[in-house]
């Protein structure tokens, strides 16, 4: 019964926020190259050379206990984690080598850090990706693909691990082949770019992004982008008309691997749409009713001419 | 229109009144059914640039020149059922052009845009058809011709590139149609009562119809023309309940 009001208590508010964000209750996650789908977070190739991985995670407790703030540690092993030998019934990585254990596993500390009491069994933390490859001995960050299981331990003040959560890396090194044949059309204070996927034996393609930019001063903003997207075409508004712009499409990899070509370059300009246009040429329609509402009286004299006959009996 | 296919489907409409005499204990009959839906689609362009002494007009730089479809569904309630019948209803549908817009370059050109442009019209009819089904009724031949008269206003918009309504309007006329009906219960009875019993339809049939309107607020100078820039073929099914 105990059990089950802890599980209610704790599990509840989790599956709230596991519905609106991510991570899941006992997961650990990259919080930008994660992949639902796959349920994977990827180390791409700027991580692997030091760039940031944000990690974020939720823990699970052990059965009977609160969160009370107290150390996590960060720990990234080539061996999936498992329910720990104590009675707590944890999912727990291996915190250190095991050469001895067939097969070997290789594991080790990441970093750590000090949670104050009261905090959110959901926590993040900033850590090189570097850093994770380099907690397991066995591997390097020159190899594509490799798979890292990383946890992170929540400690009390005895050092007793009192909650966890985990999660699965691959290294992701390689980059998308990238688009081709960017065009940027004109529009009206916008660009309309368009693209194909780029051809080759790079990464698959994630998605795209768009960024427009130019210096000169009529634009205060310089910079426009696109959100994520996975159609090959896209209009960019907010620009300025007659300014010219510099256009770049970025190809991205499940992992972030970012892959860009450049050099196209486009101007908005008025456009006229086509009424604007076919009033430029001497068009006479001048919108609304010419003929006044006779039309519709008409329309709406039959529909009660219909209304009357289907009442009589 | 060919002459021989304007021919035929008027041979088809006079044949209505020559075949009253023969059936004349018809007429007394009391009505056979309520009236009809159908679902339609058929050709249009409309006539806008036959106001523009030169071409291409505006219409057609920006929209081509091609033909669109329009989409149309129609309900009407049967006055009248003897020879033939007789049925007043509403129709309604939608048609849309999409093209680009045009901006000017510096030489004083106009050139396609990325911008897309577009010409909605949702075209609304008060409609008065008369179907010589007396054949179809009684005499196992499954062909209906029939002749439909029309007031319509049709209610229009363009959007420019952002998808924006900048313009709306409404532009009303009349248009009248000659059609032939081909009633499908012909090829299969058994489904046709079946249909009949499970939903009340009681007949079914393929049509094909010819158009020809006046959409240009009768006349006015300040409208532009909506008409079909050419005689409108429509086809689709029309159900009987």
Not at chain 2, 166 to 187: E, H, I, P, R
Request: glycine share 12%; hydrophobic share 40%.
């Amino acid at each position: 019964m105990k059990r089950a009001l802890v599980v209610a208590l704790v599990g509840v508010p989790i599956a709230v926020i596991a519905a609106v964000i991510v991570p899941g209750a006992g997961t650990v996650i990259d919080d930008i190259n994660y992949s639902a789908n796959n349920q994977v977070s990827y180390i791409n190739a700027a991580q692997c050379a030091g760039g940031t991985s944000s990690l974020s995670w939720s823990l699970t407790l052990a059965a009977g206990n609160t969160y009370g703030g107290g150390n996590v540690v960060i720990y990234a092993s080539d061996t999936a984690p498992a329910s720990s030998s104590t009675s707590n019934g944890l999912v727990l990585c291996a915190t250190q080598d095991d050469t001895g254990a067939s097969p070997p596993v290789h594991a080790g500390p990441v970093t750590g850090g000090t949670i104050p009491a009261g905090s959110s069994t959901t926590q993040t933390l900033d850590v090189k990706g570097s850093d994770i490859v380099a907690a397991v001995s066995s591997l390097s960050c020159s190899t594509d693909n490799e798979t890292i299981y990383v946890c992170a331990h929540w400690q009390n003040a005895s050092n007793s691990t009192l909650g966890a959560a985990s999660g699965k890396f691959v290294t992701q090194l390689a980059a998308p082949s990238p688009p081709t044949g960017v065009t940027a059309e004109v529009g009206d204070q916008a660009l309309n770019v368009s693209w194909s996927a780029g051809t080759g034996t790079g990464a698959a393609t994630d998605h795209y992004q768009v960024t427009v930019t130019t210096a000169d001063p009529r634009d205060p903003a310089g910079t426009h982008a696109s959100g994520n997207l996975t159609s090959t075409s896209t209009r960019i508004s907010g620009l300025v008309n007659d300014v010219t712009y510099q256009v770049t499409v970025t190809a991205y990899s499940l992992g972030g691997n970012p892959a860009s070509t450049s050099g196209v370059t486009g101007t908005p300009a008025h456009v006229a749409n086509f009424y604007e246009y076919y009033k430029d040429q001497g068009g006479v329609e001048a919108g609304g009713c010419a003929s006044g509402p006779a039309g519709a009286f008409a329309l709406l004299g039959a529909a009660a001419l219909l209304a009357l006959r289907r009442r009589k009996p | 229109m060919s002459r021989a296919r304007l021919a035929a489907l008027l041979a088809l409409a006079l044949a209505a009144p020559a075949a009253r005499a023969g059936i004349e204990e018809a007429s007394a009959v009391p009505p056979k059914h309520n009236g009809s839906f159908e679902l339609g689609v058929g050709s249009y362009r409309p006539n806008i640039d036959s106001e523009f002494p030169t071409s291409p007009g505006p219409y057609q730089q920006v929209f081509g020149s091609g033909n669109g479809w329009m989409f149309r569904a129609a309900g009407a309630w049967a006055f009248y059922s003897g020879v033939g019948s007789a049925e007043v209803g509403l129709r309604t549908g939608y048609f849309v052009a999409s093209g680009r817009g045009l901006y000017q370059q510096p030489d004083g050109t106009w050139a396609r845009s990325g911008d897309g442009t577009s010409l909605n019209i949702v075209p609304t009819s008060a409609t008065l058809t008369y179907r010589f089904d007396y054949l179809a009724e009684h005499r196992w031949v499954p062909l209906s011709p029939y002749a439909r008269v029309a007031l319509e206003r049709y209610n229009w918009w363009v959007t420019n590139g952002a998808g924006s309504w900048v313009k709306k309007g409404a532009t009303n006329g009349y248009s009248w149609a000659l059609g032939l009906a081909l009633q499908l219960d012909w090829f299969d009875r058994d489904s046709q009562r079946d249909l009949d019993r499970e939903t009340g339809i009681k007949h079914t049939y393929l049509f094909f119809d010819a158009t020809w309107s006046r959409i240009d607020d009768f006349g006015s100078k300040s409208s532009w023309d909506l008409s079909g820039a050419k005689t409108q073929y429509a086809g689709g099914l029309m159900f009987v309940f």
